[in-house]
Nanobody, 119 residues
Framework: QVQLVESGGGLVQAGGSLRLSCAASGRTFSGGAMGWFRQAPGQVREFVASIRWIFGVTTYADSVKGRFTISGDNNKNTLYLQMNNLKPEDTAVYYC????????????WGQGTQVTVSS
Protein backbone atom coordinates (compact mmCIF):
# COMPACT_ATOMS: atom_id res chain seq x y z
CA GLN A 1 0.00 0.00 0.00
CA VAL A 2 1.30 3.43 -0.95
CA GLN A 3 1.88 5.79 1.94
CA LEU A 4 3.22 9.34 2.15
CA VAL A 5 4.23 10.68 5.56
CA GLU A 6 5.13 14.33 6.14
CA SER A 7 7.24 15.65 8.98
CA GLY A 8 9.14 18.77 10.00
CA GLY A 9 6.31 21.20 10.58
CA GLY A 10 6.28 23.53 13.54
CA LEU A 11 6.08 27.07 14.84
CA VAL A 12 8.57 29.67 13.64
CA GLN A 13 8.87 33.43 13.64
CA ALA A 14 8.58 35.47 10.48
CA GLY A 15 11.88 35.43 8.63
CA GLY A 16 12.79 32.03 10.00
CA SER A 17 13.36 28.74 8.22
CA LEU A 18 11.90 25.27 8.30
CA ARG A 19 12.49 22.07 6.34
CA LEU A 20 9.69 19.65 5.61
CA SER A 21 10.22 16.00 4.72
CA CYS A 22 8.01 13.46 3.01
CA ALA A 23 8.75 9.74 3.04
CA ALA A 24 7.05 7.62 0.42
CA SER A 25 6.63 3.88 0.75
CA GLY A 26 4.88 1.12 -1.12
CA ARG A 27 6.25 2.05 -4.51
CA THR A 28 8.70 4.31 -6.29
CA PHE A 29 7.72 7.55 -7.98
CA SER A 30 10.95 7.86 -9.95
CA GLY A 31 9.04 7.87 -13.22
CA GLY A 32 6.61 10.52 -12.08
CA ALA A 33 6.53 13.57 -9.89
CA MET A 34 6.13 14.65 -6.32
CA GLY A 35 5.03 17.95 -4.92
CA TRP A 36 3.94 20.06 -2.00
CA PHE A 37 0.57 21.68 -1.49
CA ARG A 38 -0.78 23.73 1.38
CA GLN A 39 -4.13 24.66 2.83
CA ALA A 40 -4.81 27.50 5.22
CA PRO A 41 -7.96 27.57 7.39
CA GLY A 42 -11.00 28.35 5.27
CA GLN A 43 -8.96 28.27 2.08
CA VAL A 44 -8.70 25.93 -0.89
CA ARG A 45 -5.67 23.71 -1.11
CA GLU A 46 -3.05 25.38 -3.29
CA PHE A 47 0.04 24.28 -5.15
CA VAL A 48 3.42 25.15 -3.63
CA ALA A 49 6.18 23.31 -5.50
CA SER A 50 6.88 20.15 -7.47
CA ILE A 51 9.69 18.15 -9.00
CA ARG A 52 9.49 15.92 -12.07
CA TRP A 53 12.08 13.28 -11.36
CA ILE A 54 13.08 12.14 -14.86
CA PHE A 55 13.98 15.62 -16.03
CA GLY A 56 14.76 17.14 -12.66
CA VAL A 57 12.39 19.96 -13.46
CA THR A 58 11.17 21.98 -10.50
CA THR A 59 8.17 24.28 -10.43
CA TYR A 60 7.19 26.85 -7.82
CA ALA A 61 4.19 28.95 -7.06
CA ASP A 62 4.92 32.64 -7.50
CA SER A 63 4.24 33.24 -3.83
CA VAL A 64 7.19 31.09 -2.75
CA LYS A 65 9.72 31.62 -5.55
CA GLY A 66 13.12 32.59 -4.21
CA ARG A 67 12.22 31.44 -0.72
CA PHE A 68 11.36 27.73 -1.00
CA THR A 69 13.41 24.92 -2.52
CA ILE A 70 12.12 21.46 -3.36
CA SER A 71 14.49 18.51 -3.52
CA GLY A 72 14.70 14.76 -2.96
CA ASP A 73 16.94 11.84 -2.12
CA ASN A 74 18.60 9.65 -4.72
CA ASN A 75 15.89 7.01 -4.44
CA LYS A 76 13.39 9.69 -5.48
CA ASN A 77 10.97 8.49 -2.84
CA THR A 78 11.87 11.09 -0.25
CA LEU A 79 10.87 14.69 -0.74
CA TYR A 80 12.00 17.85 1.00
CA LEU A 81 10.84 21.42 1.10
CA GLN A 82 13.33 23.95 2.43
CA MET A 83 11.42 27.05 3.44
CA ASN A 84 13.36 30.25 4.09
CA ASN A 85 12.26 33.77 4.96
CA LEU A 86 8.91 32.49 6.11
CA LYS A 87 5.98 34.86 6.22
CA PRO A 88 2.77 34.73 8.26
CA GLU A 89 0.84 34.03 5.05
CA ASP A 90 2.80 30.78 4.72
CA THR A 91 0.88 29.43 7.70
CA ALA A 92 -0.99 26.33 6.56
CA VAL A 93 -1.12 22.57 6.64
CA TYR A 94 1.43 21.35 4.13
CA TYR A 95 0.70 18.18 2.19
CA CYS A 96 3.02 15.90 0.26
CA UNK A 97 1.62 14.50 -2.98
CA UNK A 98 2.80 12.13 -5.70
CA UNK A 99 1.91 10.83 -9.13
CA UNK A 100 3.29 7.93 -11.13
CA UNK A 101 3.16 10.00 -14.32
CA UNK A 102 5.03 13.27 -14.57
CA UNK A 103 2.22 15.12 -16.25
CA UNK A 104 -0.60 13.35 -14.46
CA UNK A 105 -2.79 14.26 -11.54
CA UNK A 106 -1.60 13.88 -7.98
CA UNK A 107 -3.46 10.84 -6.76
CA UNK A 108 -1.43 10.01 -3.65
CA TRP A 109 -1.50 12.28 -0.62
CA GLY A 110 -0.05 12.47 2.84
CA GLN A 111 -1.90 13.51 5.99
CA GLY A 112 -0.21 16.89 6.24
CA THR A 113 2.05 18.73 8.67
CA GLN A 114 1.22 22.05 10.30
CA VAL A 115 3.41 25.08 9.65
CA THR A 116 2.70 28.19 11.70
CA VAL A 117 4.58 31.44 11.16
CA SER A 118 4.18 34.12 13.80
CA SER A 119 4.63 37.82 13.12
Amino acid sequence: QVQLVESGGGLVQAGGSLRLSCAASGRTFSGGAMGWFRQAPGQVREFVASIRWIFGVTTYADSVKGRFTISGDNNKNTLYLQMNNLKPEDTAVYYCAATTTGGGEYNYWGQGTQVTVSS
